[in-house]
């Protein structure tokens, strides 16, 4: 950091920092005078107590005051979870591809964002990534679902989310109350939250692909209109290809965010309403062809799994069939395409005597399209290493209906039963509806193995721009398909917190309820080429699960402090992977629940510059059946996991270091592959940030790795360990005007986040794998007023 800044900044948290570190920020990440003391969104305050001053915080942050996955407001140190926190400003500056990858250095949590913005998966302290997306992770947005559902086909909460500006910080709580706080969160709850105007004044920032065609601007202002009276706003636009070259222009879009915060009174009360606008295009980067040779991943030639992108300006158009049966000219160029308009009040009131009664609310209109390009079928002739063609499938999916709408309500009773005791009361409502409404129509190509575009074929090799095969034929007629349902969700729930001098103890209890209606459709050759009424279900079914949490933390001192809990969850599937079995959709056999039961426990330490967070955990995963569609297996095992989460951060003058790492050993205890280790799920996952200061330069970078891991449950094909070196220097031009160039993977590290294999593929030895991105640069300035 340079020097003048940090004659200014107290200690920041090293977990960002990490971040900052791993993802190569802009200068800007450092160029705000003054911690954010944002009130976040009523529920994790930024404005938190600072550390005391003879145990300072190296920059975990032990100090800052957390709600998230909480029910009462105190610090880290005083909290019985696992949880960590990455600020504002790394997220907001930072050059990483999604929202979900600034989430890579939290220890604990697995974020494969190698997808591009949206698509990632998220696995937590070794609980399984049985399909795509985040089934036990929960995305939030100021308190309250983004969707859901973890897990949806095509539609993952992370989609939908994007860090500017305008977000003031994460946090991530692992295992503990997330089972009863939330809903389909038993592994963590991740929250976003924004800023709220508080704190006053803006930034407005530019960033330059300095190896690839992109352009960003964000921007973001706050401050003050009236007496108790505060706004915010900010967003970005975007415009560009991408990291991957390509010829088109498969970014464009932005965001934009506001809120109007109205202070009821001095004891905290307030009313704040809300606005979101996401429209934006992006690139879907799904696996490309590889080879095996034995059980070991080759590239082949012309594909580089770190820059391979198969579309460009070239592709035709992909012609689909729309749920209201007519055609649609679709353009796969336009890669994952969201929107999102979402309205929010939020309310918070304490009419004094220990009460408080807070709601928020929101509703979300999301729709959408995906469209990606999936190696999944076998070629016109066999391949030898010299046929220079592949078979491939359009995931063209349409997001016709995502939308939602949530509530959640709480009230709060505090007592005070003696000098140094008092007990927290809290009881809730939680209730949502949320829509899962697409509509598939999987075309199939033959594109060229050329590396840098479409060069697509016909059957007999010849040059074309057709499909050969429509949607009836793909993958057996699966994936011409239409789901329109409709989840109704009520969840009560109440909690207890008791407190004596340093000793705290906290029960919880979630109950769930959840039901379906709605229809599922297909289409098929035989009712020529549209939909079915033959091959129509009503869907109608009810489930419901309970969800309870015991914990408990005592403080040593103020430099010390430990936690136990044990928490016992539970999720759905997505209704999209479930309800093909016509027995479960219409309500005659159970709908599946996946249930977690967790014990933790962990130390928080801080003295003399160093700062440490270590978390022992042991769970087990009971799953229900889901069905993965690009594997076509159906996912039902249980599974065991016990390990250590540790985050450390230390400071010397003008050097500092952020580390973490999770050790998991992780088990399969069910069905075929019982034994064997479950897939995606290393034994070590690690990164290590060191930064110093030479005046108004600041020079550092990261390690992020991962040892090896499986590809799939049956713990053949491995997946190689690999870490991927990042490097950034930051200069302060002015002390409000910051330049910075950074270098993600600077050595060009393949490394391999997912693969497969097609079990229709006959005599076809392709196999599929999906890389971290190559290395890129960027050049960034960015102006705080």
């Not at 036990?136 to 983004?146: F, K, M, N, R, T």
């Not at 309310?347 to 999301?366: M, Y």
């Not at 309500?409 to 009361?425: I, M, S």
């Not at 809290?426 to 999987?442: E, H």
């Amino acid at each position: 950091m340079p020097a003048t800044l940090c004659r200014r900044l107290p200690h920041r948290h090293p977990l960002a920092l990490a971040v900052s570190l791993a993802l190569l920020p802009p200068a800007a990440a450092w160029a705000q005078a003054a911690p954010s003391t944002e009130p976040a969104a009523g529920a994790a305050s930024a404005d938190a107590a600072p550390a005391p001053a003879e145990t300072p915080d190296a920059g975990l942050d032990l100090g800052r005051i957390v709600v998230t996955g909480a029910t009462t407001a105190r610090s880290k140190m005083k909290q019985s979870v696992s949880v960590s926190t990455v600020d504002s400003e790394q997220v907001q500056n930072s050059t990483a591809a999604s929202a979900v990858e600034v989430l890579r250095a939290v220890p604990g949590l697995r974020a494969e964002s190698s997808g591009g913005e949206g698509n990632a998966n998220l696995g937590v302290r070794g609980l399984p990534m049985s399909d795509g997306g985040g089934r036990y992770v929960q995305l939030q947005e100021d308190g309250l679902p983004v969707l859901l559902v973890g897990d949806v086909s095509f539609a993952t909460a992370d989609q939908f989310v994007r860090a500017d500006y305008s977000l003031d910080s994460i946090d991530v709580v692992r295992g503990g109350s997330a089972s009863t706080l939330s809903t389909n969160s038993p592994g963590a709850i991740v929250n976003f939250i924004g800023k709220t105007g508080k704190t006053s004044g803006g930034a407005v920032g530019m960033s330059l692909g300095l190896d690839h065609r992109q352009q960003r601007i964000d921007f973001q202002h706050g401050g003050k209109l009236g007496d108790k009276l505060y706004y915010q706003f900010g967003g970005f636009y975007r415009l560009g290809e991408g990291t991957r070259h390509t010829d088109a222009t498969v970014e464009n879009g932005g965001q934009f965010r506001a809120s109007l915060t109205k202070e009821l009174d001095d004891r905290g009360s307030y009313v704040r309403v809300s606005l979101k606008q996401l429209k934006d295009n992006t690139p879907t980067y799904l696996p490309v062809p590889v080879q095996l040779d034995g059980n070991e991943i080759k590239t082949l030639p012309g594909i580089d799994p770190r820059n391979a992108f198969f579309i460009n300006s070239h592709f035709p158009t992909d012609v689909v069939v729309g749920a209201d049966g007519h055609t649609i000219t679709t353009h796969p160029a336009d890669g994952l395409g969201v929107n999102v308009s979402a309205f929010g009040v939020e309310a918070q009131l304490k009419p004094g005597d220990g009460w408080t009664v807070t709601n928020r609310f929101r509703k979300s209109v999301i729709n959408g399209r995906f469209i990606g390009l999936f190696p999944a079928g076998s070629q016109p002739a066999d391949y030898t290493g010299d046929t220079p063609v592949f078979s491939a499938h359009i995931f063209n999916t349409s997001l016709d209906d995502m939308g939602n709408v949530f509530n959640d309500l709480r009230v709060q009773k505090e007592l005070k039963l003696g000098d140094d005791q008092r007990l927290t009361l809290t009881g809730g409502l939680f209730s949502g509806i949320q829509n899962v409404a697409q509509t598939w129509y999987w075309n199939r190509y033959n594109v060229g193995l050329t590396g840098d575009g479409a060069a697509l074929y016909d059957n007999a090799g010849n040059p074309s721009t057709e499909p050969v095969g429509d949607a009836t034929t793909t993958w057996g007629g699966c994936c011409f398909r239409s789901i329109d349902v409709r989840l109704t969700a009520v969840a009560p729930y109440a909690a207890l917190t008791w407190e004596q001098g340093r000793l705290s103890l906290d029960a919880s209890v979630r109950q769930d309820r959840q039901r379906g209606t709605g229809s599922q459709r297909f289409g098929d050759a035989a009712s020529g080429g549209n939909w079915n009424p033959d091959r129509t279900t009503a869907v109608h079914y009810t489930t419901d699960a309970t969800s309870y949490s015991l914990g408990g933390n005592y403080e040593f001192g103020k430099s010390l402090a430990a936690f136990a809990r044990f928490s016992h969850g539970a999720s759905w599937k997505s209704p999209d992977r479930v309800i093909w079995d016509e027995r479960v959709a219409t309500g005659i056999d159970p709908y599946p629940v996946n249930e977690v039961d967790q014990f933790e426990g962990g130390i928080k330490f801080r003295q003399n510059g160093l700062n440490a967070f270590v978390t022992l955990f042991n769970a087990r995963t009971k799953e229900g059946a889901g069905f993965e569609v690009t594997t076509q297996t159906v996912k039902k095992d249980s599974y065991t996991s016990q390990g250590v989460e540790a985050e450390v951060a230390w400071r010397l003058g003008d050097f500092k270091v952020a580390a973490g790492a999770t050790w998991t050993r992780a088990e399969i205890d069910s069905g075929p592959n019982e034994g064997n280790t479950p897939r995606r799920q290393a034994d070590w996952v690690y990164q290590v940030s060191p930064s110093y200061s030479f005046g108004s330069l600041e020079v550092g970078g990261a390690i992020i790795g991962t040892t090896k891991s499986y590809a799939q449950n049956d713990n053949q094909v491995v997946l190689p360990g690999f870490a991927v070196v990042n490097l950034f220097a930051n200069y302060e031009l002015t002390p409000e005007l910051v330049l910075s160039a950074g270098v993600n993977n600077v050595f060009d590290q393949l490394g391999y986040t997912e693969a497969e294999g097609q079990n229709n593929l006959g005599n076809n030895p392709l196999y599929i794998a999906r890389a971290v991105n190559g290395r890129s640069a960027k050049l960034s300035l960015r102006y705080t007023f």
